[in-house]
């Protein structure tokens, strides 16, 4: 390689760094956060909402029907647990409440019995005191006792009777609320999805006994989509509720999406030991929430994704208008 030659590569490789360097700079300041005025600005990753599909009862989980990636709808099933042992439980019930209502008949027969002994008994009680004030040597007065301890015994079974009756009647609503209770356990084998979304984990497979309390699958909300980011003290303290705001991915610096504030942190998040100057008070930094609307989420379900980076601009001042690039531009 000549002299020549040398220095033409070297002049090439210095061309290309400043071509490179030039085109980092841009990326940083056209497209990274900038301080604009009236706004504030953070990074941040979109998240959703995740929910849990767990098991309400201990048991061997028995299928699954949706893999990592699957979108679901409201009140679609998602995963099953054996329900053998439950429904062996139903049986016993069920048996319960048939032993109950043959109780509760038996009482209401005996509650007969007793208050047919007790018409008897009170008719002999009348007898004799009619007898024995008539003629008080034709009845004793020992029969005249005997006659009204039967009645005050007739009457006690008779309560007793009617005791019992209650108790049958209790005995039954609580085998119906047992019966009761294992169906909505063996509805609760059926796992289903509490709202519509997106598998994100499989975190059990078929043949796995679960504890109560057991996660099976992991679905993310899509309509619930938010970026959080961190603002310092003398911004935070301008952001209000309801806020606009924009959100420009990384991976997709053309669109803009609009959002709005839904949430602001009441406590700093990052706090110094002592808190006790004007410098040190304004390191404090705020954890604001950026949610996306769930009807614009809807449109664009299939492209909406979680963990993508993006940087977030949210308008301070309502009065000041958005900058041209910064107004809403969304796929198509």
């Known amino acids: 390689m000549t002299r020549h030659t040398v220095k033409k590569a070297a002049a090439i490789g210095a061309l290309l760094?400043?071509?490179l360097g030039g085109g980092v700079l841009y990326w940083r300041y056209s497209l990274g956060p900038q301080e604009i005025e009236g706004f504030a600005s953070g990074n941040g990753r979109i998240e959703a909402t995740e929910i849990d599909i767990a098991t309400k009862r201990a048991g061997r989980l028995e299928e699954v029907l949706v893999n990592e990636?699957?979108?679901?709808?409201p009140g679609q099933v998602l995963a099953r647990v054996d329900r053998q042992s439950l429904l062996a439980e139903l049986r016993q019930a069920e048996a319960r409440v048939n032993q109950a209502y043959t109780e509760r008949d038996h009482a209401k027969a005996v509650i007969k019995q007793r208050e047919?002994?007790?018409?008897?008994?009170?008719?002999?009680?009348?007898?004799?005191?009619?007898?024995?004030?008539?003629?008080?040597?034709?009845?004793?007065?020992?029969?005249?006792?005997?006659?009204t301890v039967a009645v005050e015994t007739a009457q006690a079974a008779c309560a007793a009777a009617e005791a019992?009756?209650?108790?049958?009647?209790?005995?039954?609503?609580?085998?119906?609320?047992?019966?009761?209770?294992?169906?909505?356990?063996?509805?609760?084998?059926?796992?289903?999805?509490?709202?519509?979304?997106?598998?994100?984990?499989r975190l059990a497979e078929p043949g796995e006994v679960l504890p109560a309390g057991g996660k099976v699958l992991t679905v993310l909300d899509l309509t619930d989509v938010y970026m959080t980011i961190?603002?310092?003290?003398?911004?935070?303290?301008?952001?209000?509720?309801?806020?606009?705001?924009?959100?420009?991915?990384?991976a997709a610096p053309e669109y803009v999406v609009p959002a709005a504030v839904s949430f602001v942190a009441p406590r700093a998040q990052f706090t110094p030991k002592e808190v006790e100057t004007r410098s040190e008070r304004d390191k404090l930094m705020f954890r604001i929430k950026l949610r996306i609307a769930p009807e614009l989420l809807k449109k664009h379900?299939?492209?909406?994704?979680?963990g993508?980076?993006?940087?977030?601009?949210?308008?301070?001042?309502p009065q000041i208008e958005w900058p041209q690039r910064l107004e809403v531009r969304l796929p198509e």
Do not use: W
Request: proline residues 3%; contains cysteine.
């Open 69 to 73: 990636g699957d979108r679901v709808e």
């Open 301 to 306: 379900i299939e492209k909406v994704k979680t």
């Open 17 to 19: 760094a400043m071509v």
């Open 308 to 317: 993508v980076p993006g940087v977030a601009y949210v308008r301070l001042d």
């Open 164 to 201: 019992q009756l209650a108790n049958a009647e209790a005995a039954i609503q609580a085998a119906l609320a047992e019966v009761e209770r294992i169906k909505a356990d063996l509805d609760d084998t059926v796992l289903r999805a509490s709202r519509g979304g997106r598998v994100l984990y």
């Open 116 to 147: 047919s002994e007790c018409e008897l008994a009170e008719k002999d009680l009348k007898r004799t005191e009619k007898l024995y004030r008539q003629d008080p040597g034709a009845v004793s007065r020992e029969q005249l006792e005997h006659d």
């Open 230 to 250: 961190f603002l310092p003290t003398a911004q935070a303290g301008r952001v209000s509720l309801g806020a606009e705001a924009r959100i420009v991915f990384d």
